[in-house]
């Protein structure tokens, strides 16, 4: 597994642009004050299995809050993952499978939407990444 995890690491083809990626997202966090103990180790298994899959392909995932009493951990999507097709598979198979697998408390993971980002449509988002790649419309 450690082969694997590194592995993907040294795959990784921007790193200082994933490092970016998660400093906005930590940032963009809606948590107040310091983390329980719950958090700080669903942050850990963010940290230790999910985050470096996800900057692969540019994204991240920030923990927003807990809710101890429903075992509900509400994640945002950032980068690549916000607003991509495939998010809601993201979450479901990846994110929420391995904190509910590493963390006992957790029984289910949630996305959480940015209020001033409106979901974009995928053609769209598509269109503007091959024109900038490319010089093409």
């Given at each position: 597994?450690?082969?694997?995890?590194?592995?993907?690491?040294?795959?990784?083809?921007?790193?200082?642009?994933?490092?970016?990626?998660?400093?906005?997202?930590?940032?963009?966090?809606?948590?107040?004050?310091?983390?329980?103990?719950v958090e700080r180790h669903i942050e850990e298994?963010?940290?230790?299995?999910?985050?470096?899959?996800?900057?692969?392909?540019?994204?991240?995932?920030?923990?927003?809050?807990?809710?101890?009493?429903?075992?509900?951990?509400?994640?945002?999507?950032?980068?690549?993952?916000?607003?991509?097709?495939?998010?809601?598979?993201?979450?479901?198979?990846?994110?929420?499978?391995?904190?509910?697998?590493?963390?006992?408390?957790?029984?289910?993971?949630?996305?959480?939407?940015?209020?001033?980002?409106?979901?974009?449509?995928?053609?769209?988002?598509?269109?503007?990444?091959?024109?900038?790649?490319w010089g093409k419309s």
């Amino acid at each position: 597994m450690l082969l694997v995890v590194l592995n993907a690491w040294v795959t990784l083809t921007n790193e200082a642009s994933a490092l970016s990626i998660i400093s906005t997202m930590r940032a963009k966090s809606d948590r107040e004050g310091p983390l329980g103990e719950v958090e700080r180790h669903i942050e850990e298994v963010l940290d230790r299995y999910v985050r470096h899959l996800l900057a692969k392909d540019g994204g991240e995932a920030a923990l927003v809050r807990f809710d101890a009493a429903e075992g509900t951990a509400w994640v945002r999507m950032g980068g690549a993952c916000g607003g991509c097709p495939s998010g809601t598979t993201t979450l479901k198979r990846t994110i929420e499978q391995t904190v509910v697998r590493w963390v006992p408390e957790v029984k289910r993971v949630h996305a959480v939407a940015d209020a001033g980002t409106p979901m974009e449509d995928p053609k769209a988002r598509f269109r503007r990444w091959v024109a900038a790649k490319w010089g093409k419309s």
